[in-house]
């Protein structure tokens, strides 16, 4: 693999960076398609038909991201004025441009989860507020995988002890699952037994799964006739989206399995750096495909760091002065991680 001053051969940066497959290209290229709108394309509908029953819900909807299902969710879910109890670190929290307040009209309590996963108990707290000048919560969101958290994976028995907690506040519940394919394959659970656990629940294509654009929201009958005219609003209706669609069902066949690669590459890649002086990580916490580390005592910033790694062509992510994130995906191999670590390495030695 040769590395190149200005291009970046290495991209750990997000496992938004894949690029679709020859032969997900193919599929794309032979796809039977129709009006998306008028729920008359047949691949679109094949791919809600496949995620319903992957996730055990009754119905599915195709969208254009994953930030579009969690807007849409909460709008359902919430009224103007209503609070979210999600971790301090969610992306609808975070990463979200204030859709939630834009869009539902609600405001997202942040709960002080441990590694992105909080307890009923936490949670229980942030609902208690039964005042009446507080906000009247109606949702608690839950990230599977934590992406802030480090791609932990929210384990079952947390999801059904927080899911009865609702149950017994007659609160909704949505689970923002991005990874969710990913935290199936680090646990060995099935999707279907983590969806179980909310009400609503989506997925991502276009991260780890390898597709260029698409997620998929899934819920009861009613939830997603409800999710329509959100998704009207929004402008998230598609004319012959099978194009796009096709490119799901080809992931859900072939890049399913092959997640754990991507694990097996984030440890090690942990493991590696862990060796580093000045390069703070733990490897025992790197669950699925995310590892965050800090470089704080290296001497140099984060932003340093990236920009002398992308000089080397390895592209890592700064998220602040001192952390940085990167994620593993079906673009980079074994081999890969093992030169972003020793480039990481020279870097740092390199003062
Ligand atoms: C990427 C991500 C989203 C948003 O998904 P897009 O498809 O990029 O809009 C939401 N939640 C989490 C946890 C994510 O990592």
Same mark, same amino acid.
């Given at each position: 693999?040769?590395?190149?001053? +200005?291009?970046?051969?290495?991209?750990?940066?997000?496992?938004?960076?894949?690029?679709?497959?020859?032969?997900?290209?193919?599929?794309?290229?032979?796809?039977?398609?129709?009006?998306?709108?008028?729920?008359?394309?047949?691949?679109?509908?094949?791919?809600?038909?496949?995620?319903?029953?992957?996730? *055990?819900?009754?119905?599915?909807?195709?969208?254009?991201?994953?930030?579009?299902?969690?807007?849409?969710?909460?709008?359902?879910?919430?009224? /103007?004025?209503?609070?979210? @109890?999600?971790?301090?670190?969610?992306?609808?929290? +975070?990463?979200?441009?204030?859709?939630? /307040?834009?869009?539902?009209?609600?405001?997202? &309590?942040?709960?002080?989860?441990?590694?992105?996963?909080?307890?009923?108990?936490?949670?229980?707290?942030?609902?208690?507020?039964?005042?009446?000048?507080?906000?009247? =919560?109606?949702?608690?969101?839950?990230?599977?995988?934590?992406?802030? $958290?480090?791609?932990?994976?929210?384990?079952?028995?947390?999801?059904?002890?927080?899911?009865?907690?609702?149950?017994?506040?007659?609160?909704?519940?949505?689970? !923002?699952?991005?990874?969710?394919?990913?935290?199936?394959?680090? &646990? $060995?659970?099935? /999707?279907?037994?983590?969806?179980? =656990?909310?009400?609503?629940?989506?997925?991502?294509? &276009?991260?780890?799964? *390898?597709?260029? @654009? *698409?997620?998929?929201?899934?819920?009861?009958?009613?939830?997603?006739?409800?999710?329509?005219?959100?998704?009207?609003?929004?402008?998230?209706?598609?004319?012959?989206?099978?194009?796009?669609?096709?490119?799901?069902?080809?992931?859900? !066949?072939?890049?399913?399995?092959?997640?754990?690669?991507?694990?097996?590459?984030?440890?090690?890649?942990?493991?590696?750096?862990?060796?580093?002086? $000045?390069?703070?990580?733990?490897?025992?916490?790197?669950?699925?495909?995310?590892?965050?580390?800090?470089?704080?005592? =290296?001497?140099? =910033?984060?932003?340093?760091?990236? !920009?002398?790694?992308?000089?080397? $062509?390895?592209?890592?992510?700064?998220?602040?002065?001192?952390?940085?994130?990167?994620?593993?995906?079906?673009?980079?191999?074994?081999?890969?991680?093992?030169?972003?670590?020793?480039?990481?390495?020279?870097?740092?030695?390199?003062?």
């Amino acid at each position: 693999m040769a590395i190149g001053a +200005n291009r970046i051969d290495i991209e750990l940066y997000s496992d938004t960076r894949t690029k679709p497959t020859t032969g997900m290209r193919a599929a794309m290229a032979e796809a039977e398609v129709g009006d998306e709108q008028a729920g008359e394309d047949p691949t679109t509908n094949a791919l809600c038909a496949r995620v319903a029953d992957l996730l *055990g819900k009754e119905a599915a909807m195709f969208l254009p991201s994953g930030t579009m299902c969690n807007e849409i969710a909460l709008a359902v879910h919430c009224r /103007a004025g209503d609070a979210v @109890v999600a971790d301090k670190t969610s992306h609808i929290g +975070n990463f979200e441009g204030g859709g939630p /307040a834009a869009i539902a009209g609600v405001t997202v &309590s942040g709960v002080d989860g441990a590694r992105g996963v909080f307890s009923p108990d936490q949670a229980a707290a942030a609902v208690e507020q039964d005042y009446h000048y507080a906000p009247r =919560t109606t949702l608690i969101a839950v990230e599977q995988t934590a992406n802030l $958290g480090g791609g932990t994976v929210w384990p079952l028995p947390a999801l059904k002890a927080v899911s009865a907690l609702a149950q017994e506040r007659g609160l909704a519940t949505h689970m !923002d699952g991005a990874r969710l394919m990913s935290a199936v394959v680090a &646990s $060995g659970i099935a /999707a279907a037994d983590f969806a179980a =656990t909310v009400d609503g629940v989506w997925l991502d294509l &276009s991260k780890g799964l *390898g597709c260029p @654009v *698409g997620a998929v929201l899934a819920g009861s009958r009613t939830f997603i006739d409800d999710c329509w005219r959100w998704k009207q609003r929004v402008g998230g209706a598609m004319r012959q989206s099978g194009v796009l669609a096709v490119a799901g069902l080809y992931a859900l !066949d072939n890049h399913v399995s092959r997640l754990a690669e991507d694990h097996d590459n984030a440890r090690l890649f942990a493991d590696l750096i862990a060796a580093i002086e $000045g390069v703070s990580v733990e490897p025992e916490h790197v669950e699925s495909n995310i590892i965050y580390f800090d470089v704080k005592e =290296t001497g140099q =910033t984060a932003f340093d760091i990236a !920009d002398r790694l992308a000089e080397k $062509g390895v592209r890592i992510g700064p998220f602040d002065e001192r952390l940085m994130r990167a994620v593993t995906h079906l673009d980079v191999d074994e081999e890969g991680v093992r030169i972003a670590a020793e480039a990481l390495t020279n870097v740092v030695q390199a003062g």
